[in-house]
């Protein structure tokens, strides 16, 4: 998987660099086949859809089990809908999630939402970390409805709600 928003040529010198690299590899990692099915612009047309987290039926994919699901980032007024697999979070303007807060990371952290409905917050090497719940997040830490995020002084409250489809029409 190669993602545009996860370069380092915006970093300057070796050590941050190479933090940001170790992270964007543990982030890519952590993604999984089978979560890269359900959100197929990652997918390049020659990418291989195998391996132990790919769970296709039969007759091909079928929609993930997320789209019952609405997943989005709260920072006051202001809300972030997240989609399934990586979404990007810090001030650059291609994020998924854009931060206008100069203490904030070009590149802060990142969101996965896997397909079978797990939440996961990776720090990209940020230079002033990403807290959870008040804790500095040590590596990959899974999200729950709720869960408060923080990023210098910015708090983001991440949400899971239960869309249930509306009924059909009768007729």
Known sequence: MSDPRLQ????????RREQFRAARQALQAAVGSHTLAGDLRLLAPDDRLDGPTLAAPSGGFAAPPAGRFTFYLKD?????PL???LNSVGRLPDNDV????ECVSRRHCAILVHSDLRCELHDVASKNGTLLNGKKIPGPTRLQSGDQIMLCNRRLTFHVT???PEPAAAG
């Open 8 to 15: 380092s040529l915006h970093l300057e010198g070796q050590p």
């Open 76 to 80: 006051g007024s202001n809300v972030f």
């Open 83 to 85: 989609h399934l697999g």
């Open 98 to 101: 854009v931060v206008r807060d």
């Open 162 to 164: 239960d869309a249930l």
